[in-house]
């Protein structure tokens, strides 16, 4: 058995015959084999789902970020007390 054998399995799975028919067509459009185009639709199903988790992991981010800044400016305003300065040599005054 060679390398590329051994790292391969086989599955199988159950689809209807309009489901198989699907891919048949597909395969045929996109110019590869019916296990090739499985393989592709699942392997793109996957970086998909990796996409959307760090596209949302990132707009999470920002909007906390967004949220603790302005709550910190408000406490800033609110308080007559300090002043502040976005200067990074000059710090925050009471």
Same mark, same amino acid.
């Not at 959307?52 to 981010?61: A, M, P, Q, R, V």
């Given at each position: *058995? !060679?390398? &590329?054998?051994?790292?391969?399995? $086989? +599955?199988?799975?159950?689809? !209807?015959? &309009?489901? @198989?028919?699907?891919?048949? %067509? $597909?395969?045929?459009?996109?110019? @590869? !084999? *019916? %296990?090739?185009?499985?393989?592709?639709? +699942? &392997?793109? !199903?996957?970086?998909?789902?990796?996409? =959307?988790?760090?596209? $949302?992991?990132?707009?999470?981010?920002?909007?906390?970020? &967004?949220?603790?800044?302005? @709550?910190? =400016?408000?406490? +800033? @305003?609110?308080?007559?007390?300090?002043?502040?300065?976005?200067?990074?040599?000059?710090?925050?005054?009471?």
């Amino acid at each position: *058995m !060679s390398d &590329e054998q051994s790292s391969v399995v $086989t +599955l199988k799975v159950r689809v !209807s015959p &309009e489901f @198989r028919e699907k891919i048949v %067509n $597909t395969a045929k459009q996109n110019n @590869r !084999s *019916m %296990n090739q185009e499985i393989v592709a639709r +699942l &392997e793109e !199903s996957f970086n998909e789902v990796k996409k =959307i988790f760090k596209i $949302t992991s990132t707009e999470t981010t920002v909007r906390v970020s &967004e949220e603790v800044f302005e @709550r910190m =400016i408000k406490v +800033l @305003r609110d308080n007559d007390e300090h002043s502040i300065t976005l200067n990074d040599s000059k710090k925050v005054k009471e």
